[in-house]
């Protein structure tokens, strides 16, 4: 008979496998991301120092660093707590804060946990975020603290995910009301994320009515997990999937009135590729951006060495591109002029929202 730990050991292990493949094909392809519609306008006499900026900003009452995040992935298994140490120790040269992968298989098989605390093992000192799903209860969401003794809960909200696993959740009626509960029994922030699919304004609004103030977007354009699980099915019939939800810089500019409005804080990810899709992010209204199947695949094909060195050399390039930009705080990037172009523009169109106001921020 094949154990708990075996099914979801097994399920992480393809996860990983397959997000890496769908990495590479991607890097060689074509695709558009829509990150690349948002277009900078370019100040040649920004008159900014690298000594004056600072990268420093703000989520769930901590100061951060640098806006940017290890977003949640894997756990589960002897070769996904691996995956997660080699993160960890990433996380940690490059001081960043790390998000486990759902930790389902710790709750229903407790002999996991070593797979899961090797993040706080590894980053003693970091900012370390637990996930676990809307079917939570309060009592399992405080064991996923209460295990790496987690600054913050992401519950992840994956329904197009959900429905192509053949052993998925069919019924998402009580996630709201769990949603709810959960954000009222536990003493540290709760974030709520999508995995790849993007949050509406609409969805934004809902969250923010059930006591939630962190919402991550996640959005479309990276990895993406219709095609992941299709690619689990036998017959692979979901394939027309493939192009659901919207992305990143669809949904910042989609949710940044309710989120304003709302007070919930917005972060950034999805389809993040490199140092100008994390600054375009920021000038979007994200707070941090949070990345996963860039360095998921950096550390797998080149190991925690050139991970650490990558995340690194994000953190500086973010910087200088801020030098550019004459931003020296991630909040002054939201002044900046900012061009969303092609299908972006017309996502902004139908939604009602005016380009012309990203494209002409800056007080002249
Ligand atoms: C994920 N993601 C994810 N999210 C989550 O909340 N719980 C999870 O268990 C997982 N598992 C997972 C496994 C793997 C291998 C990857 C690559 C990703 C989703 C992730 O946090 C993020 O929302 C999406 O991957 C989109 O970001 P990228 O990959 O395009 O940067």
Redo the contacts with the bound molecule.
């Keep these: 008979m094949t154990t708990v730990a075996e099914t979801y050991g097994s399920r ?1 292990d393809d ?2 496998r ?3 493949e769908q ?1 590479h094909l991607r890097a060689a392809g074509v695709e558009v991301n829509q990150f690349d519609e948002v277009r900078f306008v370019h100040d040649a006499l920004a008159g900014t120092s690298e000594s004056t900026v600072s990268l420093a900003t703000e989520v769930a009452g901590t100061r951060w660093a640098v806006p940017l995040f290890i ?5 589960g298994s002897a070769r996904t707590g691996e995956v997660n140490r080699g993160l960890a120790i990433a996380a940690r040269e490059a001081n960043v804060a790390i ?4 930790m ?1 298989a710790y709750l229903a098989e407790p002999a996991l946990a070593p797979t899961y605390r090797v993040l706080r093992e590894e980053h003693p000192d970091g900012f370390i975020i637990a ?1 676990v ?1 809307a079917n939570a209860t309060p009592e399992m969401a405080r064991r996923a603290v209460d295990l790496l003794g987690a600054d913050a809960l ?3 909200i ?1 329904t197009i995910q959900e429905i192509v696993m053949p052993e998925g959740d069919r019924d998402f009626s009580a996630w709201p009301r769990q949603i709810a509960r959960l954000v009222e029994a536990l003493d540290v922030p709760v974030i709520v ?4 699919f993007g949050m509406s304004r609409a969805a934004v609004d809902r969250v923010a009515d059930l006591g939630v103030s962190i919402v ?1 977007v ?2 479309r ?5 219709a095609a ?1 699980e299709n690619a689990r099915r036998p017959l692979g019939d979901f394939a027309y999937l493939a192009d659901w939800g919207q992305s990143a810089p669809a949904c910042l500019v989609d949710a940044a009135a309710v989120a304003h409005r709302r007070g919930v804080t917005l972060l950034g ?4 590729r490199h140092p100008l899709d994390v600054v375009r992010a920021l000038a979007l209204g994200a707070r941090a951006v ?7 695949s950096v550390l797998d094909s080149h190991g925690v060495d050139a991970l650490v060195s990558t995340i690194l050399d994000w953190v500086t390039q973010i910087r200088q591109l801020m030098v550019v930009l004459g931003a020296p705080t991630v909040r002054d990037l939201a002044n900046t002029d900012v061009l969303l172009t092609g299908n972006l523009a017309e996502f902004c169109r139908l939604r009602g929202i005016d380009p012309g106001e990203y494209a002409r921020r800056a007080a002249l």
């Design positions: 992480k996860h990983v397959l997000a890496v990495h977003n949640a992935m894997t756990g998000a486990t992968g759902s389902s996930n799903n992401q519950i992840h994956n994320k999508e995995v790849g991550d996640s959005g354009g990276g990895t993406n997990f992941i990810s999805g389809g993040v949070g990345v996963s199947g860039t360095f998921l």
